[in-house]
Nanobody, 122 residues
């Protein structure tokens, strides 16, 4: 069974920093992990992409995340991080880890973590 486990969220003051982590525990279902990404969803808003990184290390960022957030991966450990700096109340949301995983069933399936809350106080 494949699952994604997020950690690192919490409450932080405006201007502060947080690092989110997402681990995909080893599973016999997994052949490889392709793209990994972070999304977020604020109350009353649609879920949006924050940042993504391919298995080769190519990163993409939403405009709101550029120059403030950094995504990185430890491919050997099935882990992706999101380092967030200069946080503002507008960054308050539930953050979700997402991954495209090629499984033993010879297909790429998309998986979501359970979500983790980030709250930025003014």
């Amino acid at each position: 069974q494949v699952r994604l486990v997020e950690s690192g969220g919490g409450l932080v003051q405006a201007g502060g920093s947080l690092r989110l982590s997402c681990v995909v525990p080893p599973s016999t279902d997994i052949v490889r992990i392709d793209d990994m990404a972070w999304y977020r969803q604020a109350p009353g808003k649609q879920r949006e992409l924050v940042a993504s990184m391919s298995s080769r290390g190519t990163a993409n960022y939403a405009d709101s995340a550029k120059n403030r957030f950094g995504i990185s991966r430890l491919s050997a450990k099935y882990t992706v991080y999101l380092q967030m700096t200069s946080l503002t109340p507008e960054d308050t949301a539930t953050y979700y880890c997402n991954a495209d995983i090629y499984t033993v069933r010879r297909e790429i399936q998309n998986y979501w973590g359970q979500g983790i809350q980030v709250t930025v106080s003014s």
